[in-house]
């Protein structure tokens, strides 16, 4: 199973907005809504961010959201503020019956 | 406060095998799917492996499938990864993880420890 694309990187200015992508195949992404996506700042453990395409765990700014189109989903940080700055992760369920990650994308 | 705490990290020569733990608390551990997810230094996340809350399913990624092997102690709130014929890209942080739900399969972990890290070198 390969990973998920992600582009490396993404840049943008405090108070925008970015969309980060994740492509896959009609056998993960295309086919389940099964996408979370996770935040993580250097030398830290990943943090759950989106589950289920769009839900947002308790404790989860709005400023994340979630969505998905064909093969594709997306992740939107809207109001960018400097702690968002950190590398982002979508990971996708399979019909293999396994789990697979996005490569990464750095923000910034 | 949920806490997981891994260990057995450590230099092994390739070939070889470690064990590596996480004993958790502050939560029904019982009733959770657990995960172990790695990553090698300066690169992204890799999904290992998830052991279903009673510990009867197990999932592996193809990468360590037949190599890797999970399995839990509800009694001593501890899952661990049994890693045979290490290889040098098996070397990264070893995670340990929480299911935020029931479903193993949605990939969604709310609670993460620091980290083993396992360094695979002759």
């Known amino acids: 199973q390969s990973a998920l694309t992600q582009p490396a990187s993404v840049s943008g200015s405090p108070g925008q907005s970015i969309t980060i992508s994740c492509t896959g195949a009609s056998s993960d992404i295309g086919t389940y809504d099964y996408v979370s996506w996770y935040q993580q700042h250097p030398g830290k453990a990943p943090k759950l961010l989106i589950y289920d395409v769009s839900s947002r765990p308790s404790g989860i700014s709005s400023r994340f959201s979630g969505s998905k189109s064909g093969n594709t989903a997306s992740l939107t940080l809207s109001g960018l503020q400097a702690e968002d700055e950190a590398d982002y992760y979508c990971i996708s369920y399979t019909s293999t019956s396994t789990l697979v990650f996005g490569t990464g994308t750095k923000v910034t | 406060e949920v806490q997981l705490l891994e260990s057995g990290g450590g230099l092994v020569q390739p070939g070889g095998s470690l064990r590596l733990s996480c004993t958790a608390s502050g939560f029904t551990f019982g009733s959770y799917a657990m995960n172990w997810v790695r990553q090698a230094p300066g690169e992204g996340l890799e999904w290992v492996a998830t052991?279903?809350?009673?510990?009867?399913?197990?999932y592996y990624a193809d990468s360590v499938k037949g190599r890797f092997t999970i399995s839990r102690d509800n009694s001593k709130n501890t899952v661990f990864l049994q890693m045979n014929s290490l290889r040098d890209e098996d070397s990264a942080l070893y995670y340990c993880?929480?299911?935020?739900?029931?479903?193993?399969?949605?990939?969604?972990?709310?609670?993460w420890g620091q980290g083993t890290l396992v360094t695979v070198s002759s």
């Open positions: 993880a929480k299911t935020y739900s029931s479903s193993w399969y949605k990939g969604h972990w709310d609670y």
């Open positions: 052991v279903s809350g009673p510990g009867g399913s197990t």
